[in-house]
């Protein structure tokens, strides 16, 4: 929002704004009801509900953080450099600071979990910023979305990884009830929404995480 909201407001000075926080899992709920428009967020390719609408912006990729100094982030690093293979059971001794699997991120990443490793030492949160801020203090490592990791790459203390599997790819989505009436200013506000995460993953694509 601090980076969407400005140049909505300078193209609509005279609209009015009113910011709510809901648990991500409330927002199926507030969009059905019409307590909201629409509804940004990390979806499954099944499970919405038959009266909403879900279109994919893009597929972004889920991203392992780590406190750069750690023993295991150290030999990621040398493995990167070096061309090898990422052994993530270089991971099993450290802290797995996990999303709760009530979120799609969660759920994501116990995905990945049931295909190659279990890690049984972790911290469970529901909460982004929790999870990148004890990640940065060493209490363990954390898997982020690629569009909201602008915390991560400002702080050198971290150290972010492209694993490259396909179960860390999630879509991102719009949602918004079937044949509800949108006015002209919340389609502007859809359009910059998807604006901006289109032109956030284009940028980032390229980028080879280390």
Not at 157 to 174: G, H, K, N, T, W
Not at 182 to 210: C, G, K, W
């Amino acid at each position: 929002l601090p980076e969407i909201l400005p140049t909505f407001l300078s193209q609509h000075p005279n609209a009015q704004v009113s910011l709510h926080e809901f648990p991500v899992s409330e927002l199926f709920a507030l969009t059905l009801n019409e307590t909201v428009d629409f509804a940004v967020m990390n979806t499954t390719v099944t499970g919405i509900p038959d009266s909403l609408v879900q279109e994919v912006i893009a597929h972004e990729r889920i991203l392992l953080v780590m406190q750069r100094s750690s023993p295991a982030a150290q030999a990621l690093l040398a493995s990167r450099e070096a061309g090898r293979p990422v052994d993530l059971r270089l991971l099993q001794s450290e802290r797995f600071i996990s999303l709760n699997r009530s979120l799609t991120v969660g759920r994501h990443v116990s995905n990945l979990e049931r295909n190659l490793l279990f890690f049984p030492d972790r911290i469970y949160t529901t909460n982004n910023s929790t999870a990148l801020s004890l990640t940065a203090k060493g209490l363990g490592f954390c898997f982020l979305v690629e569009t909201g990791l602008s915390d991560a790459m400002a702080r050198p203390e971290l150290a972010v990884f492209d694993l490259r599997s396909q179960d860390l790819m999630i879509p991102l989505s719009l949602i918004y009830k079937k044949n509800s009436y949108r006015s002209p200013l919340v389609q502007d506000a859809m359009a910059l929404v998807r604006d901006h995460y289109l032109e956030l993953i284009r940028r980032n694509a390229p980028i080879q995480f280390t």
